[in-house]
Nanobody, 123 residues
Framework: VQLVESGGGLVQAGGSLRLSCVTS????????VGWFRQAPGKEREGVSC????????KYGASVAGRFAISKDNAKKTVYLHMNNLKPDDTATYFC?????????????????WGEGIQVTVSS
């Protein structure tokens, strides 16, 4: 199983980035794929997740209205579109996947994790 994140980097406040999570090695059609983030000195938090079966989505309170998650089942890829980025969005972003049909941030549901990718938002 592999989850490979890409698209991170340095951006100014108010800017946008799109993260990609390319997956392989499991049945993409019946999983949850989520994005989590962890800033230095803070606990990891759920950012957004999506069910690959029916596209049900969930967003963290701090990103709702600014971030959007989408999927491409044919490419087994999940995207996180991040708009109006703020310095508080600076963190390492992780893609994770687990079998399930309900969008959740409960980390026990996520069996597979990517290595993470850095997003830095300058003020």
């Amino acid at each position: 199983v592999q989850l490979v994140e890409s698209g991170g980097g340095l951006v100014q406040a108010g800017g946008s980035l799109r993260l990609s999570c390319v997956t392989s090695g499991f049945n993409f059609e019946d999983h949850i794929v989520g994005w989590f983030r962890q800033a230095p000195g803070k606990e990891r938090e759920g950012v957004s997740c999506i069910t690959t079966a029916d596209g049900d989505t969930k967003y963290g309170a701090s990103v709702a209205g600014r971030f959007a998650i989408s999927k491409d089942n044919a490419k087994k890829t999940v995207y996180l579109h991040m708009n109006n980025l703020k310095p508080d969005d600076t963190a390492t972003y992780f893609c994770a996947a687990g079998w399930g049909l309900v969008a959740t941030f409960w980390e026990n549901e996520y069996e597979y994790w990517g290595e993470g990718i850095q997003v830095t938002v300058s003020s």
